[in-house]
């Protein structure tokens, strides 16, 4: 093997290995966000409407939303889990309209994934708190 054809083929290699390197760097951003996140979404109407909020909610400092502070309380109070936030007395119209939400990221360490769909906005703002109020 002459020095040009060993030069191409190690240049090659480094080149492969650092593509290769990059690659699952970039798909692990995510995973790797420090501290406490999730990536919230909520579909107004069933889940084929286009009528979709989403928003990233960071919680050292909390932000994301108008309501990242208090979200981010109710969430810590939880452990970071949506499905024991407490759930407040309220009396909501009977007005079937649908709202799904989705929420997945990291909290304490752990993974965090939550699917839920409510009868209406007041149902929902009554389960979830603050987690979900992207539109106030």
Not at 38 to 46: H, I, M, N, S
Not at 113 to 119: D, L, P
Request: aromatic share 6%; with cysteine; net charge neutral.
């Amino acid at each position: 093997m002459t020095y040009i054809t060993r030069a191409t083929a190690a240049a090659g290699a480094l080149l492969a290995a650092g593509l290769l390197a990059a690659g699952p760097a970039r798909a692990a951003t995510h995973d790797t966000q420090p501290g406490n996140w999730l990536y919230l979404t909520v579909t107004k109407g069933d889940a084929r409407s286009g009528d979709t909020r989403d928003t990233l909610l960071l919680c050292d400092p909390p932000q994301g939303h108008a309501k990242a502070a208090d979200a981010c309380t109710q969430l810590a109070a939880a452990d970071g889990d949506i499905g024991r936030i407490p759930a407040r007395n309220v009396f909501c119209p009977m007005i079937w309209a649908p709202i799904t939400v989705q929420a997945q990221g990291r909290w304490g360490g752990r993974t965090v994934r939550f699917e839920e769909t409510y009868a209406s906005r007041c149902v929902m703002t009554a389960r979830t708190g603050a987690v979900f109020a992207l539109d106030d």
